[in-house]
């Protein structure tokens, strides 16, 4: 059986997309880039663009659906969301009318992966995150865009083989960068975006309920660096005992196209 993989084409406030998959199929979380990208990022990684069965798309804004009206209909793919997320990708027009759309409520099944929906408090109509199961039994989570971690998330990343988690910020680098006093605000708030801290302190407890594949995700360009990101969700880890590249890997998604995938 050929083995799943993930492969973060794209992760950050510039454009988020991810695919998933074995044996020839998988589906594309989020498609916050133009199409050439997408199609690109997907060919560098040796990945068909015609083995995705559908895309999955987390919420409504444009660093995750810029490129959904494009590769919908130019692949044929149904798209798959929450209620209230195709209801705002229809009423932005960021859906063709002829694209078949699903609301997917729990999970689906599609081919021999099976998918499941998880709610994340976001400032979006009805954002989530997606779990994907693939036939070898290993299983993945996306988990970013939330301002705090929830119990269903946490469940969710507990029972996977690999998770993308949001470090979306280091605290005091929001606090006195540049942004204006209320998009800070809302960055901070329950419907905003984890920080380093805070996913740090989360790997720490994936770590200890047996979840060994991490990557960190969806990192912002003005209020975070990979290398900052990394050394306080390291330190967080090696502060409880756990030796990197040892005990578990870790590692950042791309802001933009390289080759990179984790077999789970």
Request: negative net charge; hydrophobic residues 40%.
């Given at each position: ?35 050439k990208q997408i199609e690109l990022a ?223």
């Amino acid at each position: 059986m050929t083995l799943a993989k993930a492969v973060p084409l794209f992760s950050g406030s510039k454009g988020n997309s991810y695919f998933i998959g074995s044996g020839g199929e998988g589906v594309l979380i989020d498609a916050g880039k133009n199409c050439k990208q997408i199609e690109l990022a997907m060919a560098q990684n040796g990945v068909d663009m015609n083995s995705v069965r559908a895309l999955f798309i987390t919420h409504e804004h444009t660093d995750h659906c810029s490129a959904v009206r494009v590769l919908a209909k130019k692949y044929r793919l149904d798209v798959y969301a929450s209620e209230g997320t195709l209801r705002a990708l229809e009423m932005s027009g960021k859906l063709d009318p002829a694209t078949k759309t699903h609301v997917i409520e729990t999970e689906v099944a599609l081919g021999d992966m099976l998918i499941s929906r998880i709610n994340t408090p976001h400032d979006a109509a009805e954002s989530c995150c997606y779990r994907v199961v693939a036939p070898d039994g290993k299983s993945a989570l996306i988990a970013t865009d939330m301002g705090v971690m929830t119990d269903g998330v946490r469940m969710a990343a507990a029972e996977s083989d690999f998770v993308v988690l949001e470090s979306n910020h280091d605290i005091e680098m929001l606090k006195t960068g540049p942004y204006p006093y209320l998009l800070k605000k809302r960055i901070l708030s329950d419907k905003g975006h984890l920080s380093n801290e805070a996913c740090a302190a989360e790997l720490v407890e994936l770590v200890n309920c047996g979840t060994l594949r991490l990557m960190m995700g969806h990192l912002s360009e003005q209020n975070n660096t990979p290398s900052l990101a990394l050394r306080t969700a390291v330190c967080e880890l090696e502060r409880a005992g756990m030796k990197y590249n040892n005990d578990f890997t870790l590692d950042i998604a791309p802001a933009i196209t390289t080759v990179k995938s984790v077999i789970f």
